[in-house]
C-alpha cells in the first residue's frame, strides 16, 4: 500500500480556507481526509466538538502535549492549537492523503520533521487583498473588534510565510481555487506514485 501525502494547507484566517478544504474533499479520487484538530478556543455558533474541532480545556491540551500526543501544536491569537499526531499516522498509512488546516508556525514544525522525500506539501492561499480579507473576516461577524483586529495583524504577519510554502495560490474565486488546488494534489499523487 503507498502511504499516503501529508497535505499542509494554510492562509490567514479569513481567506477561505475551510471553504475549499469542503469542495475539494467532494473528489473521492483524491483520497482525501482532515486531520480534525484540537483546540482550547470556545465553538463558534454551529461548530461540532469531534467534527470542527475536538474543543478541550487548557489543562487537557497541555497533559496531550505532555503526553507527546501532537504532530505541531501554536498558539494564535491567545488560543492553542493541534494536530494529533496518531490519525494522521494512521490514515496516511492507510494510504489517505491527510489535510492539515494549520496556522504558520505549526505548519513550520511540521516542515522541519518531513524531509522532502516523506511525501509532505504544503500549500498558501493568499487573499486577492489585505482589505478584502479584512472584509471577509468581519463578514463572519464571530468575533469581537479586539480579536478582530489580532486576527487582521495576524494575517500580515503569516503573509510574510508564504516563501516557505511549495505552492501559493489566490483565492480570488472559488470554483477556479478549487480546480487549482485539485490540480496540485492530483499531480502530486502521480509522482508519488512513479517513486
Ligand atoms: P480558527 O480559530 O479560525 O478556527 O483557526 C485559527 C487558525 O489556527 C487558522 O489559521 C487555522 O488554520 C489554525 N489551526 C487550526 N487547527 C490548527 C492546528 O491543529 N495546528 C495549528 N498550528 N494551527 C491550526
Request: aromatic share 10%; net charge neutral; glycine share 6%.
Amino acid at each position: 500500500m503507498q502511504k499516503g501525502l501529508l497535505i499542509i494547507f494554510s492562509g490567514p484566517s479569513g481567506v477561505g480556507k475551510g471553504t475549499i478544504i469542503r469542495e475539494i474533499m467532494k473528489f473521492p479520487e483524491l483520497k482525501l481526509t482532515y486531520s480534525i484538530s484540537m483546540t482550547t478556543r470556545a465553538p463558534r455558533e454551529g461548530e461540532i466538538d469531534g467534527v470542527n474541532y475536538f474543543f478541550v480545556t487548557k489543562e487537557s491540551f497541555l497533559q496531550h502535549l505532555y503526553n507527546d500526543d501532537f504532530l505541531e501544536h501554536a498558539c494564535f491569537v491567545d488560543n492553542y492549537y493541534a494536530t494529533p499526531k496518531a490519525y494522521v499516522e494512521k490514515m496516511r498509512n492507510e494510504g489517505y492523503n491527510v489535510i492539515l488546516e494549520i496556522e504558520t508556525v505549526g505548519a513550520k514544525q511540521v516542515m522541519n520533521v518531513m524531509k522532502d522525500d516523506e511525501g509532505c506539501i504544503s500549500i498558501f492561499l493568499v487573499p486577492p487583498s489585505l482589505e478584502e480579507l479584512e472584509r471577509r473576516i468581519r463578514g463572519r461577524k464571530s468575533e469581537s473588534e479586539e480579536v478582530i483586529q489580532k486576527r487582521i495583524a495576524k494575517a500580515e504577519l503569516e503573509m510574510q510565510e508564504t516563501f516557505r510554502y511549495k505552492y501559493v495560490v489566490c483565492n480570488r474565486n472559488i470554483k477556479k481555487t478549487v480546480q487549482k488546488v485539485y490540480d496540485i494534489i492530483h499531480d502530486e499523487m502521480q509522482k508519488k506514485a512513479m517513486d
